[in-house]
T-cell receptor
Framework: GAVVSQHPSRVICKSGTSVKIECRSLDFQATTMFWYRQFPKKSLMLMATSNEGSKATYEQGVEKDKFLINHASLTLSTLTVTSAHPEDSSFYIC??????????????FGPGTRLTVL | SQQGEEDPQALSIQEGENATMNCSYKTSINNLQWYRQNSGRGLVHLILIRSNEREKHSGRLRVTLDTSKKSSSLLITASRAADTASYFCATDAGRTGGFKTIFGAGTRLFVKA
């Protein structure tokens, strides 16, 4: 089956620093990747949609300058949390789909990255 | 709000009992999926039901979909302690919705041994 990896799985950083999270599709080409964040005991909230080679589309209320998304290749998307603050601490999950093949919009989810900002 | 609603928010049952979780959503959908998430872990895909389907089974799981009421239910039969997790429904609006997958608020299931 299709596999999506995320790196790192956990990261702790100081306030004010930037953190980059990678999302890779390992055995398929991801024309679209999605980024979600999840607070403890809450559901996943879609942050943005990125199509390979295009600018990401952000959901309402998500600051694009705060959460930089790059989808430069068909197997890699990155989310950079800039000038991180403690309130950015969360579980970040990506998902990927190959729009050329996904008959029923199957998406494959990464295992998530837990970000803790001190 | 992005999210649909799920009820109950939390459910505690004895091992062997059945667990039913409900999900309501707001827009037209292409398909609906159910996921499980153990605490602090990634998502596990359970089942996908397409908009033209009304019921689907997979092992101890039974999912129904009522598009007229914009609702779905997940039934876990003969529950086990290992079923303890959070369960989310997720809707996909297809091309017209940008292929976004929107998650419900989730139900936290606790199965007591």
């Amino acid at each position: 089956g299709a596999v999506v990896s995320q790196h790192p799985s956990r990261v702790i950083c100081k306030s004010g620093t930037s953190v980059k999270i990678e999302c890779r599709s390992l055995d398929f080409q991801a024309t679209t990747m999605f980024w979600y964040r999840q607070f403890p005991k809450k559901s996943l909230m879609l942050m943005a949609t990125s199509n390979e080679g295009s600018k990401a589309t952000y959901e309402q209320g998500v600051e694009k300058d705060k959460f930089l998304i790059n989808h430069a290749s068909l197997t890699l998307s990155t989310l950079t949390v800039t000038s991180a603050h403690p309130e950015d601490s969360s579980f970040y999950i990506c998902s990927a789909r190959d729009g050329r093949l996904a008959q029923y919009n199957e998406q494959f989810f990464g295992p998530g990255t837990r970000l803790t900002v001190l | 709000s992005q999210q649909g609603e799920e009820d109950p928010q939390a459910l505690s049952i004895q091992e062997g009992e059945n667990a039913t979780m409900n999900c309501s959503y707001k827009t037209s959908i292409n398909n609906l999926q159910w996921y499980r998430q153990n605490s602090g872990r990634g998502l596990v895909h359970l089942i996908l039901i397409r908009s033209n389907e009304r019921e689907k089974h997979s092992g101890r799981l039974r999912v129904t979909l009522d598009t007229s009421k914009k609702s779905s239910s997940l039934l876990i039969t003969a529950s086990r302690a290992a079923d303890t997790a959070s369960y989310f429904c997720a809707t996909d609006a297809g091309r017209t919705g940008g292929f976004k997958t929107i998650f419900g608020a989730g139900t936290r299931l606790f199965v007591k041994a």
